[in-house]
């Protein structure tokens, strides 16, 4: 009987994996459906790749002011590629803040045309250099508008508050902390020696206020170069320079003589691909902040603490609204049902914080809790939490942690409330 009985619960186990698989199945037999009927809202006219000449490479890139899709010359580079700044889907509205380095091939999405489209995947991405002996490194500290100059100075303030404590001047040891939550996707930043040479301290006991708002946003942690862009091309594009870079050609013939190419994958970490002789890499900070923004019209989610910061570096001029509806805007021309839910992702920090300050606002918050939490002697962090856990409910609500703050002697915290209080991935 014993034998029998494992036989039948046998059968019943792989009659129910079988319902299951017919039921995944009929699941996915439907979201293809599903999928089809909504291809037909958007168009598939005139997507064939249009071909350019390799010339185009040698010459500067248009901008915005100064040449349009309408009057730019038939033989330059502005017919081909174009501002990041520029692109928008079908009754959309574009992100005009974006970098000027950042530029999109009419192959990858054509802004002529109309009607609802797909855009491409990101998956290749052309560093440029049109001339290397014109590449030049800019020397510009951050540029505010008087708005975000004025939310700067609130959150640094606050900042400034839980960092001196009272005294007058930023000790080396309270630098040392700020350098590694503001610029911790900068390894080459993080020495306060070079901090206090940057703004004229050396030989100090600290900072001022005005010394660090002049090391924020001092142009040594935003290194840029004049000239070189970053462009998102079509995998045809890519494969077509790829073939023209790895041809062997006689000395003198070679159509990329001074002109900077690499090609990078940006599900490859960003990695190069083939490159041209005359490039040279550029600045960290410029080509990090270029691939996070690639991978957010790519739509990805998921972003580590570093690259978060990076990436709303290259948004911080925009509204946290129009990232947000922009983003939405992305997921819902994409295949990948995954992309729309992003609420519990990384990627909401962006839509959350308006300025890299504000990311370094409740970072400092993080590390001066956690240090006056680890001076307090002869009570743990349960029992503090237990403390303050008034109803007994095992979390705590807004206003008891304004007490427990209060309580621990925190200076310049705002009030807290539920809609303010930071997305979980802002501690990094």
């Not at 009987?1 to 699941?27: D, K, L, M, T």
């Not at 901008?63 to 990041?84: K, M, Q």
């Not at 002529?112 to 800019?138: A, T, Y």
């Not at 992003?342 to 990311?359: G, H, M, Y």
Request: proline share 7%; with cysteine.
């Amino acid at each position: 009987r014993s034998q029998a009985g494992f036989h039948g619960e046998q059968e019943q186990e792989q009659e129910q994996e079988h319902e299951q698989e017919q039921q995944r199945q009929q699941e996915k037999e439907q979201e293809i459906e599903i999928e089809k009927f909504a291809d037909l809202f958007y168009s598939r006219e005139e997507e064939e790749p249009s071909p350019w000449p390799l010339s185009y490479l040698r010459l500067p890139t248009p901008t915005s002011e100064t040449h349009t899709a309408t009057n730019t010359p038939p033989e330059h580079p502005g017919v081909v590629f174009y501002p990041a700044r520029e692109f928008h889907l079908f009754k959309r509205q574009p992100l005009r803040t974006l970098p000027p380095d950042l530029l999109l091939s009419c192959n990858y999405f054509n802004r002529r045309w109309s009607g609802f489209r797909r855009p491409k995947n990101v998956i290749m991405c052309l560093e440029w250099c049109p001339d290397v002996g014109q590449v030049r490194r800019l020397d510009q500290p951050l540029a505010l508008t008087a708005k975000e100059s004025q939310a700067m100075h609130t959150q640094l303030r606050q900042v400034w508050n839980l960092l001196v404590q009272g005294r007058p001047i930023l000790d080396q040891w309270a630098l040392a902390a700020l350098l590694r939550a503001a610029f911790s996707d900068c390894p080459e930043g993080l020495s306060s020696t070079l901090a206090l040479a940057l703004v004229n301290a050396t030989g100090r006991k600290g900072l001022s206020y005005e010394n660090l708002v002049q090391l924020l946003s001092h142009p040594h942690y935003r290194q840029e170069d004049q000239g070189r862009y970053f462009v998102l091309v079509s995998l045809a594009e890519a494969e077509s320079l790829r073939r023209v870079l790895q041809c062997r050609l006689p000395p003198g013939q070679d159509p990329f003589a001074g002109t900077g190419l690499a090609l990078r994958c940006v599900h490859a970490k960003n990695d190069v691909f083939h490159a041209s002789k005359a490039f040279q890499k550029g600045p960290h900070f410029q080509t990090r902040r270029a691939l996070q923004l690639q991978r957010y019209f790519d739509c990805q989610t998921f972003y580590k603490a570093t690259e978060i910061v990076t990436l709303l570096r290259g948004l911080q001029h925009e509204d946290p609204l129009a990232r947000r509806i922009f983003f939405q805007g992305m997921t819902g021309t994409r295949r990948r049902p995954g992309a729309a839910d992003w609420a519990d992702k990384p990627i909401a920090v962006v839509f959350q914080s308006s300025s890299e300050f504000t990311l370094l606002m409740h970072r400092m918050r993080a590390c001066w809790l956690w240090s006056t939490l680890s001076n307090i002697e002869g009570l743990g962090v349960q029992q503090l939490f237990d403390t303050f856990d008034a109803d007994r409910s095992g979390v705590l609500e807004p206003e008891a942690i304004m007490r427990l703050l209060a309580g621990l002697g925190c200076h310049g915290m705002p009030h807290i409330t539920s809609t303010t209080t930071p997305h979980p991935h802002v501690w990094g």
